[in-house]
């Protein structure tokens, strides 16, 4: 099958998954982690799939692309880093640790496939010469659309 979107990529499903249990899991932590371990651990979490999301919408250009998904590798090797944190701290069951451990141990290896095969996955082939491709050119701008925009402009 063709991915036609980043939601279908495992890759992204997982991660998706991933961050689902660890914020239902994270509910149970103590209040006192609330703007430490909580949000850490959500916010890197959810990176890992926002950073998949992105870097399939930036394709078109292999090293963005591969920029973005070594950005995800290291939102997840972060959540695993807050994973430790967590089971340490005495929050996660050994088994839960153990579960999204491996969850996140997945999801790197697929993130680290994707980067060594991201020809596969990008538009145009790498010799691509991008001036040659047609572009929508710009009209002149009329007075009215300058003063359109100009409240965007101190």
């Known amino acids: 099958?063709?991915?036609?979107?980043?939601?279908?990529?495992?890759?992204?499903?997982?991660?998706?998954?991933?961050?689902?249990?660890?914020?239902?899991?994270?509910?149970?932590?103590?209040?006192?982690?609330?703007?430490s371990l909580t949000d850490q651990i959500r916010r890197s979490s959810r990176a890992v799939k926002a950073m998949i999301a992105e870097a399939w919408g930036r394709r078109r250009?292999?090293?963005?692309?591969?920029?973005k998904l070594d950005e995800a590798l290291g939102e997840a090797t972060e959540a695993q880093s807050w994973l430790d944190d967590a089971r340490d701290s005495g929050y996660l069951l050994p088994e839960q640790f153990d579960a999204?451990?491996?969850?996140?141990?997945?999801?790197?290896?697929?993130?680290?496939?994707?980067?060594?095969?991201?020809?596969?996955?990008?538009k145009h082939s790498p010799a691509t010469d991008y001036r040659a491709i047609p572009r929508v050119e710009e009209k002149a701008s009329t007075s009215q659309q300058l003063s359109n925009v100009k409240e965007f402009f101190v």
């Not at 979107?5 to 609330?34: H, N, W």
């Open 1 to 35: 099958m063709i991915a036609r979107s980043f939601r279908d990529l495992k890759v992204y499903q997982a991660s998706r998954d991933a961050a689902g249990t660890i914020f239902l899991l994270s509910r149970e932590f103590p209040s006192e982690e609330r703007y």
């Open 100 to 122: 999204l451990n491996s969850q996140y141990d997945s999801i790197g290896q697929m993130l680290s496939r994707m980067i060594d095969r991201a020809n596969d996955f990008c």
């Open 61 to 67: 250009y292999k090293a963005v692309f591969v920029n």
